[in-house]
């Protein structure tokens, strides 16, 4: 069974720092990318940051460059985020996927809950 389980999140105030973490197991022997979604209530789900293994190249979405770094570690299909200068306008559920072919992201977590107060 693959399995793609999202840790940390929770509430911060505005200007705070948050870390996001992910990981995925089972089924999933290696990825290609791994990164991170969110959606807001109301709203669509948006792609926030991703890592590709190959040479760690990383992608972000322009409302959180400068403010949110990814990282991990492809040998244990890890992924961080790290949120920092939080704006209420980051409150989400954020999602965690992995790709494990170019194809696209196939597997994807709960979810981990982010709030930021103002």
């Known amino acids: 069974q693959a399995q793609v389980v999202e840790s940390g999140g929770g509430l911060v105030q505005a200007g705070g720092s948050l870390r996001v973490s992910c990981a995925a197991s089972g089924r999933i022997l290696s990825t290609y990318a791994m990164g991170w979604f969110r959606q807001a209530p109301g709203k669509e789900r948006e792609f926030v940051a991703q890592i590709t293994w190959r040479r760690s190249i990383t992608a972000y979405a322009d409302s959180v460059k400068g403010r949110f770094t990814i990282s991990g570690d492809n040998a244990k299909n890890t992924v961080d985020l790290q949120m920092n200068s939080l704006k209420p306008e980051d409150t989400a559920v954020y999602y965690c996927?992995?790709?494990?072919?170019?194809?696209?992201?196939?597997?994807w977590g709960q979810g981990t809950q982010v709030t930021v107060s103002s």
């Open positions: 996927a992995a790709m494990t072919t170019k194809r696209g992201y196939d597997y």
